[in-house]
């Protein structure tokens, strides 16, 4: 009995390892003729993901192919060389040696399967025979499709190198979803480049694409953590592993959930995109580190601005005109916000933003020094009558404090006496055109923001402050065939280096971080847009706040909305500050004392108004908080009053606070003071000025 079972047993084996030489055979048969008349469809692999890179190659943001899938290219350099050799070790260990038939595979398939019933143990495709049936898919699963994975095979074989082949195969693989090779399953599952990937999740990566949709570890979690397991026992049988590391990456988490693709810097991203259309990768001058804290920030401040508010944020190298961030919104899918605007590119009122090129102007033209005094006191231009944001003046004060105030008058006065149309043209050297209002002429209202101007050309403008008087030309490589055009000096260096050392010396905005940082704040007219525009030695930063669509914002300032903003993005911008330059050769900085008299002060040729009184200002007065008002300065718990902030008109600075009979201890020349009480309950106030007038008012301080 026993030899007749055996022959019986081996039979269908034999039958078996016939089969197998009959279809290696037929395979290199059919290669010749097929090779020639039917060549594999390689070009598949050609219709990839977009991508837009960083300036270090780090993925801003992915597209999908047309028919939505997640395939992104992946050169064998940034896989993980582990993932690669145990992906070896576990589908084709004689990958190098075969030419994409692996006959020894085949003979041992067919062995297991006639010893095991009929049951299929392990398969006999090389990875090469699994690329061909990536690139010409096929439902059905019979020996004649086998034999023509086998005939594809050996004709890919004949027209890649290895290493090509694997790379193919590395960026079709299915890994679940619409998610196509290796480096779209990466980023999907574990939120990383598959440059460097745990024992875990290489052993993964190994055994998805056997069963992409049964093991998806977020939806197939247990059959997905089996696979992992069979793929890391496998190693340790054959050695390659140590024990002690397998049963560690044995009981490694899964991930739970597939993760968002990266999505930086959408609005650059797209424009690129449409810019460059037969551009497969295109590469940004961004950095994706500061480019992504830039939008955490954008996000995290929108739950404190007031409904469709929106930002934009600029920054730039100064240097080199390159754009490291750039923020169009809170968020490019924030739709209460109209976050799919690009703000940064929008043309907006600059407010006081422009005033630093009239003063660098006047500068140039000898005019003024820092310390020469100038009138702020109310003036007629020929009919145009500027006054202060908070409505008052501050009689005589010097250049410096004038532009770091921001007052008004000042500045028109000056603008008067450059030229409003010099102004432009000095703007266009700087590569940004006004945009006036139809059919206006260059006015002195320019000087206040009568005109409109985008952050991108605002920030490009500031670049003239690191550059000794000259700015450069903004680009993040989004845009084909760039070049720098600009050669001429938007001011002279000296009058640059003495405009930037005033805004220097710029107070920081309260509450914000201490930084070595020039700035200048503007808010248009109607409370409409804030602005924040600030630089150190080589970088700049513009910030912008407001409605997209133009609406008024009731309390939106640049100084209290912009300002923060610019300060704590700088901070966490990460970009190593660098320091203000030297005075320029040959530059001497007098005290007023040593001016010569002609500097001595700024006489321009306005008509002062009526109703003054003696000494030119009109005398304080405190609009806010008004007489017999109750005002609540609780902090929400149980810390320390909040400051209650006082707000003037009129006199002349510098002014003295004194609250229930006692003097503070320093004056200032601004018209908003904070003075924080020690106690609740009925304060007098009173605020005197340089001439000696006062004004008082009685509150009462509650805290809820």
Same mark, same amino acid.
């Given at each position: 009995?026993?030899?007749?079972?055996?022959?019986?047993?081996?039979?269908?084996?034999?039958?078996?390892?016939?089969?197998?030489?009959?279809?290696?055979?037929?395979?290199?048969?059919?290669?010749?003729?097929?090779?020639?008349?039917?060549?594999?469809?390689?070009?598949?692999?050609?219709?990839?993901?977009?991508?837009?890179?960083?300036?270090?190659?780090?993925?801003?943001?992915?597209?999908?192919?047309?028919?939505?899938?997640?395939?992104?290219?992946?050169?064998?350099?940034?896989?993980?060389?582990?993932?690669?050799?145990?992906?070896?070790?576990?589908?084709?260990?004689?990958?190098?040696?075969?030419?994409?038939?692996?006959?020894?595979?085949?003979?041992?398939?067919?062995?297991?399967?006639?010893? @095991?019933?009929?049951?299929?143990?392990?398969?006999?495709?090389?990875?090469?025979?699994?690329?061909?049936?990536?690139?010409?898919?096929?439902?059905?699963?019979?020996?004649?499709?086998?034999?023509?994975?086998?005939?594809?095979?050996?004709?890919?074989?004949?027209?890649?190198?290895?290493?090509?082949i694997l790379a193919r195969y590395l960026t079709l693989a299915p890994?679940?979803?619409?998610?196509?090779?290796?480096?779209?399953?990466?980023?999907?599952?574990?939120?990383?480049?598959?440059?460097?990937?745990?024992?875990?999740?290489?052993?993964?990566?190994?055994?998805?694409?056997?069963?992409?949709?049964?093991?998806?570890?977020?939806?197939?979690?247990?059959?997905?953590?089996?696979?992992? @397991?069979?793929?890391?026992?496998?190693?340790?049988?054959?050695?390659?592993? $140590?024990?002690?590391?397998?049963?560690?990456?044995s009981a490694a988490r899964l991930p739970a959930r597939r993760l968002?693709?990266?999505?930086?810097?959408?609005?650059?991203?797209?424009?690129?995109?449409?810019?460059?259309?037969?551009?497969?990768?295109?590469?940004?001058?961004?950095?994706?580190?500061?480019?992504?804290?830039?939008?955490?920030?954008?996000?995290?401040?929108?739950?404190?601005?007031?409904?469709?508010?929106?930002?934009?944020?600029?920054?730039?190298?100064?240097?080199?005109?390159?754009?490291?961030?750039?923020?169009?919104?809170?968020?490019?899918?924030?739709?209460?916000?109209?976050?799919?605007?690009?703000?940064?590119?929008?043309?907006?009122? $600059?407010?006081?933003?422009?005033?630093?090129?009239?003063?660098?102007?006047?500068?140039?033209?000898?005019?003024?020094?820092?310390?020469?005094?100038?009138?702020?006191?109310?003036?007629?231009?020929?009919?145009?009558?500027?006054?202060?944001?908070?409505?008052?003046?501050?009689?005589?004060?010097?250049?410096?404090?004038?532009?770091?105030?921001?007052?008004?008058?000042?500045?028109?006065?000056?603008?008067?006496?450059?030229?409003?149309?010099?102004?432009?043209?000095?703007?266009?050297?700087?590569?940004?055109?006004?945009?006036?209002?139809?059919?206006?002429?260059?006015?002195?209202?320019?000087?206040?923001?009568?005109?409109?101007?985008?952050? /991108?050309?605002?920030?490009?403008?500031?670049?003239? %402050?690191?550059?000794?008087?000259?700015?450069?030309?903004?680009?993040?490589?989004?845009?084909?065939?760039?070049?720098?055009?600009?050669?001429?000096?938007?001011?002279?260096?000296?009058?640059?280096?003495?405009?930037?050392?005033?805004?220097?010396?710029?107070?920081?905005?309260?509450?914000?971080?201490?930084?070595?940082?020039?700035?200048?704040?503007?808010?248009?007219?109607?409370?409409?847009?804030?602005?924040?525009?600030?630089?150190?030695?080589?970088?700049?930063?513009?910030?912008?706040?407001?409605?997209?669509?133009?609406?008024?914002?009731?309390?939106?300032?640049?100084?209290?909305?912009?300002? $923060?903003?610019?300060?704590?993005? %700088?901070?966490?911008?990460?970009?190593?500050?660098?320091?203000?330059?030297?005075?320029?050769?040959?530059?001497?900085? /007098?005290?007023?004392?040593?001016?010569?008299?002609?500097?001595?002060?700024?006489?321009?040729?306005?008509?002062?108004?009526?109703?003054?009184?003696?000494?030119?200002?009109?005398?304080?007065?405190?609009?806010?908080? $008004?007489?017999?008002?109750?005002?609540?300065?609780?902090?929400?718990?149980?810390?320390?009053?909040?400051?209650?902030?006082?707000?003037?008109?009129?006199?002349?600075?510098?002014?003295?606070?004194?609250?229930?009979?006692?003097?503070?201890?320093?004056?200032?020349?601004?018209?908003?003071?904070?003075?924080?009480?020690?106690?609740?309950?009925?304060?007098?106030?009173?605020?005197?000025?340089?001439?000696?007038?006062?004004?008082?008012?009685?509150?009462?301080?509650?805290?809820?």
């Open positions: 009995m026993t030899g007749p079972i055996s022959i019986r047993r081996w039979r269908p084996v034999a039958a078996g390892l016939a089969g197998c030489a009959i279809m290696v055979a037929t395979a290199l048969f059919a290669l010749g003729r097929a090779d020639r008349m039917y060549p594999p469809p390689l070009d598949l692999a050609s219709d990839l993901s977009r991508e837009v890179v960083d300036r270090n190659g780090t993925l801003l943001r992915a597209y999908t192919t047309n028919s939505g899938i997640w395939r992104l290219p992946v050169s064998l350099e940034a896989v993980d060389p582990d993932y690669i050799n145990m992906l070896i070790a576990y589908e084709d260990r004689r990958f190098r040696s075969h030419s994409g038939v692996d006959p020894l595979a085949l003979l041992r398939a067919a062995g297991q399967l006639v010893v @095991n019933g009929g049951r299929i143990v392990s398969g006999a495709s090389t990875i090469t025979m699994q690329l061909a049936r990536l690139i010409e898919p096929r439902s059905e699963r019979s020996l004649a499709a086998k034999l023509r994975q086998m005939v594809r095979a050996l004709q890919i074989e004949r027209r890649l190198s290895k290493d090509e890994y679940g979803g619409n998610l196509e090779g290796v480096r779209a399953a990466s980023l999907a599952w574990f939120g990383r480049e598959p440059k460097k990937l745990s024992l875990s999740q290489s052993a993964l990566l190994v055994a998805l694409p056997q069963s992409p949709e049964a093991r998806r570890p977020d939806r197939q979690h247990a059959a997905a953590m089996l696979a992992r @397991n069979r793929v890391l026992t496998r190693m340790s049988a054959a050695g390659l592993i $140590p024990q002690s590391e397998i049963d560690r990456a968002a693709m990266p999505d930086l810097a959408a609005h650059t991203a797209d424009l690129a995109i449409h810019a460059h259309p037969e551009t497969n990768s295109i590469s940004l001058t961004l950095d994706a580190r500061v480019q992504q804290r830039l939008e955490q920030l954008a996000a995290e401040s929108a739950s404190r601005f007031g409904p469709k508010q929106s930002l934009a944020m600029v920054l730039a190298d100064g240097r080199t005109g390159e754009i490291v961030a750039s923020v169009g919104s809170t968020g490019h899918l924030d739709t209460d916000r109209a976050g799919a605007i690009d703000m940064s590119r929008a043309v907006r009122s $600059p407010g006081s933003t422009l005033k630093p090129f009239i003063y660098g102007l006047a500068f140039e033209d000898a005019l003024i020094a820092a310390e020469t005094l100038i009138d702020d006191t109310p003036a007629d231009f020929s009919g145009y009558r500027p006054r202060n944001f908070d409505r008052g003046y501050m009689g005589e004060v010097s250049i410096r404090e004038a532009l770091q105030f921001s007052l008004n008058v000042p500045a028109v006065r000056l603008l008067e006496a450059v030229g409003p149309q010099r102004l432009l043209s000095r703007l266009r050297r700087g590569g940004t055109e006004l945009e006036l209002p139809p059919g206006g002429a260059p006015g002195l209202a320019i000087g206040l923001g009568g005109a409109g101007v985008s952050l /991108r050309g605002l920030v490009q403008l500031y670049t003239a %402050f690191v550059n000794n008087g000259m700015a450069h030309s903004l680009h993040d490589g989004s845009e084909p065939g760039f070049a720098d055009p600009l050669d001429q000096q938007v001011m002279a260096s000296a009058a640059s280096w003495q405009t930037a050392d005033i805004l220097a010396g710029v107070n920081a905005p309260q509450g914000a971080p201490r930084l070595a940082i020039a700035y200048k704040t503007g808010t248009s007219y109607g409370y409409r847009d804030a602005w924040a525009v600030g630089f150190d030695g080589r970088h700049v930063l513009g910030v912008w706040v407001g409605r997209p669509d133009a609406a008024p914002v009731p309390g939106l300032s640049g100084i209290e909305t912009a300002a $923060p903003l610019l300060f704590e993005a %700088f901070a966490r911008s990460g970009v190593t500050r660098v320091d203000f330059p030297p005075p320029p050769s040959g530059m001497i900085v /007098r005290p007023r004392t040593a001016l010569p008299y002609a500097l001595k002060k700024f006489e321009s040729r306005d008509t002062p108004t009526g109703g003054l009184v003696a000494g030119g200002t009109l005398p304080p007065r405190i609009v806010y908080p $008004p007489q017999g008002a109750r005002v609540s300065l609780g902090s929400g718990g149980s810390g320390p009053l909040m400051p209650l902030v006082i707000k003037l008109q009129g006199g002349a600075g510098p002014y003295r606070l004194i609250a229930n009979g006692h003097a503070l201890p320093n004056s200032t020349r601004r018209r908003v003071l904070n003075w924080t009480p020690d106690s609740l309950g009925a304060s007098s106030l009173t605020v005197m000025d340089a001439e000696g007038r006062a004004a008082s008012v009685s509150v009462f301080i509650d805290s809820n």
